[in-house]
């Protein structure tokens, strides 16, 4: 029985989406018009229903006009509120001027610019992806706004977040005025950082790592704040203990030298070794060790700094996509 | 993607923590202005403690909100919606009412507020708000009643809005808007108020309790004399053609008819008796239509002309009694209106009879009571003389010896004896106590009637108001052959109370006793007509448009009350309704995309374009107007000084330059 429903329901949401994304077709901006925008009440506006009525009852039964007219003048505003939270979102383009990529499981953040034509500018507008947090904003007069709205992702590669929803129940809440927008954004999901065995260099590539690549953990350094992806045994639980805070113990076992992060070194399945390899990158970074990326098809020199670790991270994040998903770019 | 530098999140990923909601400061005030603006004239209508619970409640949110004081829990909010309530039961003694209704209402009104933590319990609380204007309706239907209740329908609606607002506006700003709502909403609420039609009550309510006014339903010596200065008014009248003369106007409102020596009461059985049945064979002259609103004066007897045939209302609780007087099902309790049709003469195809019966209820007299006038009938009915003889010789009697005063000396138990035969001084109830007196004694069937006579003429809207100082009590003889026959021994007396009105009937004292300031001013006296006017009109066309004034309406507006013909217009007013709101809509967006100083390049684009250049998608102003000059070197300044100071508006940041701009491109090419 719930099985049913819940497939007529499945049913009944394909179509109406369907229908929503031929009355709105994927566009990288957006106007909000009367050809996109709907309007319904909502529960509050079943509950001012139902005062209204009881304002009718009272009025019919002490048979006194003003009281009546009082639940006719409620039955206007209800009306006049449809025409005012019409107007609120009507007037506004919403553009998509670009997603900053995340990490998988993390929400990725789509900036969007809304700007609004409308005298009275537009309050109370709430925006979210499917599944993402709320972002509720103003907008005034002719003044673009832009704006941050989260979506969660799930793997590595491009996520497109679905459809926007841009809704307000401005002025009275008793009616909500919304509309999903096909927009045509995309982000780059990087793989999630996964602590994984430190890749080695092949010696089939000819090249000796320089230094002496001793396997790190024997010499304790120091205590740094816990981060997502540190092994487990690393963990300071002493001081944890002492309620002092998280902290990672870490072991300086490696003079400075050129690292790769080499595909063949991990023997681990695909998404890990991309986890992998993109903890290690991180790492690196951050401590300043100069590193290469080597991939099937692909190798980046060893090097340093914010860009180079973007392209490490976007050919992570880009590698070995399925078909339809390379082509969502 | 952003060239912007991100900074990778290695930290577990989660929603921020969700805020605990709370209700900001300035959402918290209006709530708080609203309640007091909206309980405010209820608390007139209702015991003033429920003001403390209010002030209490109140200052109990705010030290809330400033975090002095905790929420109260469940166990003293219970205790004090428990001691509430007692304070009510205690207030009304244990009667379930109209009042003690509204009083819970404004209760739990109040307490809420010690609840209300988020938008969606402010939300509520707004909407019992609304109920409890309602209420306000429940005590008082004035204008003025009206005007406040709209102000706080604008109160709510600012409070309302600010709930959603996400931005900080103007108090003024708010209330702007909140009363742009309602502009918008009052046409339809118009409409809606003129073609919905009106239904009777769903089912019995508990009564309303309404202050006894006027008389009472017993006459004593002095009854009448305490209502002579009171101006408030009883009834207003509207007549469907020509008024009857005023010495017609005898509003009658209920016949006593029995007597004890002092007072004049009804019998028990009034109002259960039928009309008589050989009434249809009546014929009826002079019928009078006419509709009466008359104030709630807290009793079932209603005013008609003698007399009644036909009476119609909303609700149809008005009947007709055997003595052609109107009766209410209930107490009047709130303002109403009805029609009525009289028939000022009746005769009757076979002459009407009294049975033995009601000969003797309406010419029995206490046994002892008022000896000597007793004598005096008798002494008249031993000349031989007949019924008409006696009325006659009774009223000459009044005419010779009697004075018509509004301070009548006391009197005793023999009421009648004195004042016939000693003081002779006295006011309309005295006259015709003692004339129906005198007929009694002398056999022939009377009663007394109460009700009111005459009326004040209003010629700014066409009715008769008829005041409580109108009161007047007359007799009702009956005639063999002819049926009740109304006297009014006052008459006899004082000729001027009927054709005139009280004041001129009156001896100098008297009239200092009732002088009003606005009688002696000439101005004052008309405003109080226009005032009264104005009161009439909207009792008519707003408290008591009812089915039936809405067909007259309806019919008169569109021309008929057809179904489809409503239908029609109210598509008809629907399809211009959205043809506005298009275009106020269009009229706010309108241009809006285009910055000032390029719309005034537009302007110059057309104007060039006049002359011949157009210019090209990409092309920026400089290049067109070097194009321009090319050809035409004469318009070297104008184009020059207009690209100089477009460049200045739109890219150095100088818009005190944007008037000179317009202006240029106004003057061009001259």
């Known amino acids: 029985m719930t099985s049913l429903i819940t497939s007529l329901r499945n049913a009944w949401e394909t179509r109406f989406y369907r229908w929503i994304d031929q009355r709105s077709p994927r566009a990288r901006q957006v106007h909000l018009n009367r050809k996109n925008l709907y309007t319904f009440p909502n529960l509050t506006g079943l509950l001012y229903t139902a005062i209204t009525f009881v304002i009718w009852l009272l009025g019919t039964n002490y048979q006194n006009n003003l009281i009546l007219a009082l639940s006719y003048l409620l039955v206007s505003i209800f009306v006049v509120s449809i025409l005012h939270a019409f107007a609120n979102l009507a007037g506004i383009s919403i553009r998509f001027v670009g997603a900053r990529p995340a990490f998988a499981g993390d929400p990725a953040a789509f900036v969007l610019e809304l700007n609004c034509i409308n005298k009275a500018g537009c309050d109370n507008l709430e925006l979210r992806w499917p599944g993402g947090e709320t972002q509720v904003i103003t907008l005034d007069h002719n003044e673009p706004q832009q704006v941050i709205v989260r979506a969660q992702s799930v793997q590595r590669g491009y996520l497109r977040p679905g459809r926007l929803l841009v809704q307000s129940r401005f002025p009275l809440g008793i009616i909500r005025c919304w509309t999903w927008l096909n927009l045509d954004a995309s982000a780059l999901i990087y793989p999630a950082p996964i602590f994984t065995d430190e890749p080695h260099a092949q010696a089939s590539n000819g090249r000796e790592e320089g230094g002496t690549s001793q396997r790190g953990g024997d010499d304790f350094s120091g205590l740094r704040d816990y981060q997502a992806g540190d092994p487990i045994k690393h963990i300071a639980w002493k001081q944890f203990a002492q309620d002092k805070g998280l902290f990672t113990k870490e072991y300086e076992a490696y003079l400075s030298a050129e690292k790769w992060l080499d595909w063949d070194s991990l023997n681990h399945p695909q998404e890990l070794r991309l986890s992998g390899l993109c903890y290690w990158a991180l790492d690196y970074e951050r401590r300043q060790i100069p590193y290469g990326l080597r991939l099937p098809g692909l190798n980046l020199a060893p090097a340093l700094g914010e860009h180079h670790q973007q392209a490490v991270l976007t050919a992570l994040g880009e590698f070995n996509l399925p078909r339809e998903a390379k082509h969502a770019r | ?670």
């Not at chain 2, 005013?303 to 109107?326: G, H, K, W, Y």
């Not at chain 2, 009792?539 to 029609?568: C, H, K, P």
């Open chain 2, 1 to 670: 993607m952003l060239a912007k530098p991100w900074r990778p999140r290695l930290t577990p990923s989660g929603k921020p923590p969700k805020q605990a909601e709370y209700l900001a400061r300035d959402k918290l005030a209006w709530l708080l202005v609203m309640q007091a603006m909206l309980i405010l004239p209820l608390l007139f209508n209702l015991p003033f403690w429920l003001w403390l619970v209010w002030a209490i409640t109140a200052f109990w949110r705010t030290q809330m909100f400033r975090g002095r004081w905790g929420t109260p829990g469940s166990l003293v909010k219970t205790l004090l919606a428990l001691i509430c309530a007692g304070g009510l039961f205690a207030s009304y003694a244990g009667k379930t009412g109209t009042e003690t209704m509204v009083g819970l209402l404004v209760c739990a009104f109040s307490l809420k507020l010690l609840e209300v933590n988020s938008g969606r319990d402010a939300q509520l609380l707004l909407f019992i708000g609304f109920i409890i204007t309602a209420t306000q309706f429940l005590f008082s239907q004035t204008p003025q009643a009206a005007a406040y209740a709209l102000l706080c329908v604008v109160l709510l609606l600012a409070s309302w809005r600010s709930l959603y607002l996400t931005h900080a506006q103007s108090t003024g700003m708010r209330f702007k808007r909140g009363g742009m709502i309602l502009l918008h909403a009052l046409p339809i609420m118009l409409v809606l108020f003129v073609v919905i039609p009106r239904l009777g009550p769903l089912w019995a309510i508990p009564n309303q309790q309404a202050a006894k006014t006027g008389f009472s339903d017993s006459l004593s010596p002095g009854d009448l004399g305490n209502l002579a200065l009171d101006r408030s008014p009883a009834f207003r009248v509207g007549f469907a053609d020509q008024p009857p003369p005023v010495n017609q106007l005898y509003w009658r409102g209920l016949v006593l008819d029995t007597f004890d020596g002092r007072t004049w009461r009804m019998r028990d059985t009034w109002g259960v008796q039928s009309r008589a049945p050989n009434d249809d064979k009546a014929i009826k002259r002079e019928l009078t239509d006419y509709s009466i609103i008359v104030e709630p004066h807290g009793q079932p007897w209603l005013f008609s002309l003698m007399t009644a045939q036909r009476v119609e209302n909303t609700s149809n609780s008005i009947r007709i009694t055997a003595d052609s007087l109107l009766m209410n099902r209930i107490p009047v309790a709130q303002r109403m209106r009805y029609q009525v049709s009289s028939a000022l003469q009746i005769e009757w195809p076979e002459p009407p009879q009294l049975n033995k019966l009601q000969r003797d209820n309406y010419t029995r007299l206490p046994r002892d009571s008022n000896p000597q006038t007793r004598a005096l009938a008798e002494s008249w009915r031993s000349q031989n003389l007949g019924d008409a003889q006696i009325i006659a010789q009774a009223l000459a009697l009044f005419n010779r010896e009697f004075t018509y005063t509004l301070q009548p000396p006391l009197l005793g138990q023999h009421s009648v004896d004195e004042f016939l035969l000693t003081t002779k001084r006295g006011f309309c109830e005295h006259f015709s106590s003692a004339f129906a007196f005198l007929l009694r004694a002398a056999g022939i069937p009377a009663r007394v009637v109460v009700g009111y006579q005459g009326g004040r003429w209003n010629p700014v809207e066409n009715y008769l108001l008829v005041s409580q100082s109108d009161a007047h009590a007359w007799t009702e003889v009956w005639i063999e052959g002819t049926g009740w026959q109304m006297i009014d021994p006052t008459a006899a007396v004082a000729p001027n109370r009927i054709q005139q009105g009280m004041n001129e009937a009156l001896g100098e004292s008297d009239q200092q006793l009732v002088a009003n300031a606005w009688r002696s001013s000439k101005l004052l006296y008309n405003l109080q007509l226009r005032w009264d006017a104005a009161t009439y009109t909207w009792q008519r066309w707003v408290l008591n448009y009812d089915s039936e004034a809405q067909e007259g309406l309806l019919s008169r507006l569109l021309g008929g009350t057809e179904t489809w013909r409503i239908t029609l217009w109210l598509i008809g007013l629907g399809l211009v309704g959205a043809g506005l709101f298009a275009w106020a809509l269009l009229r706010n967006q309108k241009g809006a995309l285009l910055r000032p100083e390029t719309k005034a390049v537009k302007k110059l684009e057309q104007k060039l374009a006049q002359l011949g250049y157009r210019r090209k998608t990409g092309e920026t102003l400089g290049d067109f107007i070097h194009r321009v000059l090319y050809s035409e070197p004469q318009l070297k300044n104008g184009l020059t000084q207009i690209a100089q100071l477009f460049e200045q508006v739109a890219y150095q940041n100088r818009p005190e330059q944007l008037p000179q701009l317009q202006q240029a491109v106004k003057q061009f090419p001259r």
